[in-house]
């Protein structure tokens, strides 16, 4: 798996007195009151801001929130991000109206070293999912370095994470940087056995990662809308739980394709009449899923066989909640086997904003190795895909005046660079 070592990041950089954008992942969720319901996307950005900070940088805060679709939504407004990071940081915060335009340039013109401003939600504009050059051109304009610290985003080439390292010195933020060398350390030497779990409800996301797993781990857990895809393609009666019927030949051709066994499907699960608190619900073997009802959890059994399995694991790899943990009844598999992954010596990935979600009700992320906070980017990297955010990030070497009749490559290869 490749290691992005050889990108700037802020530290390889001068940014005092500078402008300096920095494209981070606000999406968090907010309550019913606009207020935001979970804080830990900005308590993961304050690193690189302290870092910013400290140097009495211009601070410039870009991010999307949610799918607006290229149109205002004041329910998808960054504003009540500023009160919670002024809160979080003890630190004045600035917002501008619009992320682009007189208000942004205004707002920018203003500002004085050591200043945070936090720019409106990206995404109120259609060209940012474009990546339309001129939007990208006119967002590096508010700025003189660009750093990206939005790991959730990083396989997305979009006009804040891609586009605008065309017009600006591009480094990568500590939180970037961080997510990226502890998945670095997924493939390359993992201690075994090494036990992915694979779960949640996005089954077409996620089942192409079962046959580059397959390569290289030992054992692959299923649950969730993925489980049901398998066992439907194993012959079960799935009734109403929650399948991928596109991929369910898939499913089948990965099961004969597999050595061994290494795909584990559960082998009993919570079944309800509906996916809601209070629905009527119980412990059931595979055949016996009442007409009409769906899967919303692992059963006993399999949270035995899941918790074993992690317990004795060199490495685990994890990705989705195993069941609708929102829903007290219905999260006790991903609480237990949780429990045993926090428990066991192995070294731990975690990843998936629900996932990430339910480990931290859990209160287990203490004993977590790594928790991944962009689940969509997670699963890319782990494909061999590439990060088209991060691959646009300028070069260590480039950083360097260079004299043209050296040989770079040999230098670096000599260490004579670094
Ligand atoms: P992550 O964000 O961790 O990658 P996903 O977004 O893929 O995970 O899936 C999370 C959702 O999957 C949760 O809302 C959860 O309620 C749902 N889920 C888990 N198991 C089931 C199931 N058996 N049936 C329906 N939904 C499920
Ligand atoms: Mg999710």
């Not at 586009?163 to 670095?184: K, Q, R, W």
Request: proline letters at 5%; one cysteine or more.
């Amino acid at each position: 798996m490749e290691k992005f070592t050889n990108k700037m990041t802020v530290q390889d950089i001068d940014v005092t007195g500078k402008r300096v954008l920095v494209r981070v992942d606000y999406n968090v969720p907010l309550d019913e009151t606009g207020q935001v319901r979970d804080n830990w996307r900005i308590t993961a950005s304050l690193p690189t801001l302290k870092y910013l900070l400290s140097k009495n940088a211009k601070i410039i805060l870009l991010s999307h929130l949610g799918r607006p679709k290229g149109s205002v939504n004041p329910a998808m407004s960054l504003r009540p991000v500023q009160a919670e990071l002024a809160r979080l940081l003890d630190h004045p915060v600035d917002f501008a109206d619009d992320c682009i335009g007189p208000k942004a340039q205004k707002a920018v013109g203003l500002m004085r070293n050591g200043d945070i401003l936090l720019l409106e939600n990206l995404r109120f504009h259609a060209q940012e999912e474009a990546n339309d050059p001129e939007f990208a051109r006119n967002l590096s304009a508010l700025g003189d370095i660009y750093v990206d610290d939005a790991f959730g985003t990083a396989h997305r080439a979009h006009a804040s994470t891609e586009g605008i390292t065309h017009y600006l010195p591009s480094v990568a933020g500590f939180l970037l940087e961080e997510e990226i060398n502890c998945l670095s350390r997924e493939p390359a030497d993992p201690q075994r056995p090494y036990v992915a779990i694979l779960s949640g409800a996005k089954a077409s996301d996620k089942i192409r990662l079962i046959e580059n797993l397959l390569t290289h781990a030992d054992k692959i857990m299923l649950g969730g809308g993925l489980a049901n895809t398998f066992l439907l393609a194993q012959g079960y009666d799935m009734k109403n739980s929650l399948v991928d019927l596109e991929r369910v030949d898939l499913a089948r051709e990965l099961m004969a394709r597999q050595e061994g066994a290494k795909i584990v499907l559960p082998v009993d699960v919570i079944a309800a009449e509906a996916v809601r608190a209070g629905a009527g619900h119980k412990t059931v073997d595979l055949e016996d899923i009442p007409p009409g009802w769906g899967t919303v959890d692992i059963g006993p059994k399999t949270i035995d066989i899941y918790s074993q399995a992690v317990m004795t694991a060199g490495t685990v790899l994890w990705n989705g909640p195993l069941g609708v943990y929102e829903i007290p009844e219905f999260s006790k598999g991903t609480a237990l086997v949780g429990r045993a992954v926090a428990q066991s010596r192995a070294f731990s990935i975690l990843g998936g904003g629900d996932l990430a979600a339910a480990v931290r009700r859990d209160g287990l992320t203490d004993k977590i190795n790594h928790i991944c906070t962009g689940g969509g980017a997670m699963l890319a990297y782990l494909k061999g895909k590439p990060l088209r955010a991060v691959e646009a990030l300028t070069d260590k070497v480039a950083a360097f005046p260079l004299d043209p009749s050296l040989d770079i490559e040999a230098q670096m290869q000599e260490g004579t660079f670094f």
